[in-house]
């Protein structure tokens, strides 16, 4: 019995110990800093080819998207021009802003495009 309990012991303490290398760990990434002005420049909608309209807007500091009558996804700059969201949609505003770039759109709500789709949109 004695040797059974030992046993057990052992292959729980492997086991949490295989846990615990398994183990990622995600550094948060650094935002860029935007300031109320450039934030602004950011509110507009723009078409789509598939006749969907993206809209940005900013609330308290926040930017957010939206895609038609979708929920609102919050987005983070990082970079000059370039956002992310957190599921992983990438936005870079192009030509002054008239054109906007979405890298994995289909992670959009509402979106009904595959996963890592990219599509550009126009104001």
């Known amino acids: 019995m004695k040797h059974i309990l030992i046993a057990l012991l052992a292959t729980?303490?492997?086991?949490?110990?295989?846990?615990a290398d398994s183990t990622v760990h995600i550094k948060p990434t650094?935002?860029?800093?935007l300031n109320q002005q450039?934030?602004?420049d950011y509110k507009?909608?723009?078409a789509l080819s598939n006749g969907q309209t993206m809209k940005f807007s900013v609330r308290q500091s926040h930017v957010y998207v939206q895609l038609d009558k979708g929920a609102r996804v919050e987005i983070f700059p990082v970079a000059k021009d370039?956002?992310?969201s957190d599921a992983g949609t990438q936005?870079?505003?192009?030509?002054?802003?008239?054109?906007?770039?979405v890298s994995n759109f289909?992670?959009?709500?509402?979106?009904?495009?595959?996963?890592?789709s990219t599509v550009l949109a126009r104001r």
């Open 12 to 19: 729980l303490s492997v086991g949490a110990a295989s846990a």
């Open 30 to 33: 650094p935002r860029y800093q």
């Open 38 to 40: 450039d934030m602004d």
């Open 44 to 46: 507009q909608s723009f």
């Open 82 to 84: 370039r956002f992310q």
């Open 91 to 101: 936005f870079e505003f192009r030509d002054e802003n008239e054109t906007i770039a």
């Open 106 to 116: 289909g992670l959009l709500p509402m979106a009904g495009a595959p996963a890592n």
